[in-house]
């Protein structure tokens, strides 16, 4: 019989600072949920969603306190989205494979996963700094760059970026912080600098903002997107950003995925701050997707034993989890 065995929380120092709009981490805090049937042990992990006033200590409580049906299916109605449903899905998912003695990626259906092209984070910084971070990652292989943006002074960070990073592809994460600003606009000026993307410009909830513009770049939603339930209001968007964490799982990612390229939505998988325990599942939603987002890892000072291995800006499929 499947039961919970534990929901403790870890906590991991990030690699110096990762700084958004919304302030500065220097440390993470994750949930990581264990589950057995006597034969067979699965772990997931997931991380709080802050912004919603989720924590770590309170996703660990909320899965010791449950109660409800161990099956993942089930799951998605008698458990609210989030980072503990995440962790406890994701177990599910890997005790289920080691129980059958297949990978997950064949439990579902999907084919076998490849080298992902990731991209890394530049943090928010003063133009010197973020152009120095960028040439990094360029010497690191990376190929793709996503910059989070504060809605100031946005222009001068991004061309020092691209003067640091010439030959790479960017992206852009305004973190809701264009909620007050003219949007094309902002988008015009980046495109001219070889942007791709922006990542939630508006504030979550205020999606009506919107309506009728015509942006020279693709909007993603971000913070506006979470399960399935939301793709109805977010017919302005051109793509969703799909994270295990929103979700609540890799079960309701997979669903979200496909539901989202069935109404012409363009994909982006990304993550939250997290060990590769957390960046596994998620590596498998983001097979074939435009934008991947999967450096959580790649954040921290550190990463737990069986990271997934990176080499030439590619995130390789590991064997810390859903192994079979």
């Known amino acids: 019989m499947t039961r919970i065995i534990s929901a403790t929380v870890e906590r ?13 981490k220097t440390e993470v805090d994750v949930v990581v949920c264990t589950v057995g049937d006597g034969d067979h042990v699965g772990r997931g992990e997931g991380t709080a969603i802050y912004y919603e006033g989720e924590t770590a200590q309170g ?80 010497a690191r292989g990376f190929g793709l760059l996503k910059c989070k943006l504060t809605g100031e002074g946005d222009h001068a960070r991004i061309a020092a970026v691209r003067a640091g990073a010439p030959g790479v592809r960017l992206i852009v994460d305004a973190n809701e912080s264009w909620h007050d600003r003219d949007i094309v606009a902002e988008a015009a000026a980046l495109a001219e600098l070889g942007v791709e993307m922006v990542e939630q410009p508006i504030l979550h909830g205020r999606e009506d ?31 969703v950003n799909i994270k295990l964490d929103k979700a609540g799982g890799l079960t309701e990612a997979l669903a979200l995925a496909q539901a989202a390229r069935a109404r012409g939505f363009r994909i982006m998988v990304g993550c939250m701050l997290g060990t590769s325990l957390g960046i596994a599942p998620a590596a498998l939603v983001a097979q074939g997707a435009d934008w991947i987002d999967l450096d959580g890892a790649l954040l921290l000072a550190k990463d737990r034993d069986g990271a997934l291995p990176l080499r030439d800006g590619l995130l390789h499929p590991g064997t810390l989890w859903g192994q079979g």
Not at 214 to 239: I, K, M, N, V, Y
């Open 59 to 138: 996703c660990a409580a909320a899965i010791n306190a449950y109660a409800g049906p161990l099956d993942r299916e089930a799951l998605l109605q008698a458990m609210p989205r989030g980072a503990a449903r995440n962790a406890l899905d994701c177990a599910l998912w890997d005790l289920e494979a080691k129980r059958a003695g297949v990978p997950v990626w064949q439990l579902a259906g999907l084919a076998a996963p490849t080298p992902l092209p990731t991209a890394f984070t530049i943090s928010l910084g003063e133009p010197e700094r973020m152009e120095a971070d960028a040439r990094a990652a360029v």
């Open 12 to 24: 991991w120092p990030v690699a110096g600072a990762f700084i958004i709009s919304r302030g500065a």
């Open 209 to 239: 903002r919107l309506a009728g513009l015509r942006a020279p770049l693709p909007l993603c939603a971000d913070e506006s997107c979470h399960t399935r339930a939301d793709l109805d209001r977010l017919g302005d968007f051109d793509a």
